[in-house]
């Protein structure tokens, strides 16, 4: 019940493309879910963040879309650019401790 | 500069060893928390702590060691490495229910 899944493991996309990243959980009890972005030696750092009474959130070219039905949330980048490859982890949270997706290594190429 | 640094960047040990991984944090943020990032498994929590001399498990916490006399300092310590141990931690921090921010990792390698 603690366990966010991820997919996909990878993800190529075109420059100017749209990403998409979903991940899903089974606690309803998770009321945050942020999105990490990673590049290599660096720890991950928030990229954007929502609560489940939100149906969906938009921070510049980075959106997330959250199903509370479905218990499914999804990340989507739009107009894709290279300096955007990455590893992307969603991760969902309770009482303040994150739970993380397996992680997504995105590349995009120009 | 503020911020979250963890130390070494690099360790290389033997099994059997002790091993103390160190994060030190200038926001004084009472929350911080270990984990470790290994491939196909995303980042799985070790220890957390909500302020100093208060500590508690998290995901993955057997063989490793934690404690907080101090709300800046959080030191993780593995008392005798083993193989599976191999992995990249991250130390991170946050105040309570706001996200949390992550160091650079230690990449340790138990031979």
């Known amino acids: 019940q603690q366990q966010v899944k991820q997919s996909p493991q990878s993800l190529i996309v075109q420059k100017g493309g749209i990403s998409i990243i979903n991940c899903a959980y089974e606690?309803?009890?998770?009321?945050?879910f942020p999105w990490y972005q990673q590049f290599p030696g660096k720890g991950p750092a928030l990229l954007i963040a929502?609560?489940?009474?939100?149906s969906e959130k938009k921070e510049g070219r980075f959106t997330i879309s959250f199903n509370k039905s479905a218990k499914q949330f999804s990340l989507h980048i739009m107009d894709s650019q290279p300096g955007d490859s990455a590893t992307y982890f969603c991760?969902?949270?309770?009482?303040?401790?994150?739970?993380f997706g397996q992680g997504t290594t995105l590349q995009v190429k120009p | 500069d503020a911020g979250i640094t963890q130390s070494p960047r690099y360790k290389i040990t033997e099994t059997g060893r002790q091993v103390t991984l160190m994060c030190h944090q200038t926001?004084?943020?009472?929350?911080m928390f270990w984990y470790r990032q290994d491939l196909g498994h995303g980042l799985r929590l070790i220890y957390y702590?909500?302020?100093?001399?208060?500590?508690d498990k998290g995901e993955v916490p057997d063989g490793y060691v934690v404690s907080r006399s101090k709300t800046e300092n959080f030191p993780l310590t593995l008392e005798s490495a083993t193989r599976s141990q191999t992995s990249v931690y991250f130390c991170?921090?946050?105040?309570?229910?706001?996200?949390?921010?992550f160091g650079d990792g230690t990449r340790l390698s138990i031979l």
């Open positions: 991170a921090s946050s105040v309570r229910n706001q996200p949390q921010h």
């Open positions: 606690n309803t009890a998770f009321d945050y």
């Open positions: 929502i609560r489940p009474d939100v």
């Open positions: 991760a969902a949270s309770m009482t303040g401790k994150l739970i």
């Open positions: 926001w004084s943020h009472s929350y």
């Open positions: 702590s909500a302020a100093a001399d208060i500590t």
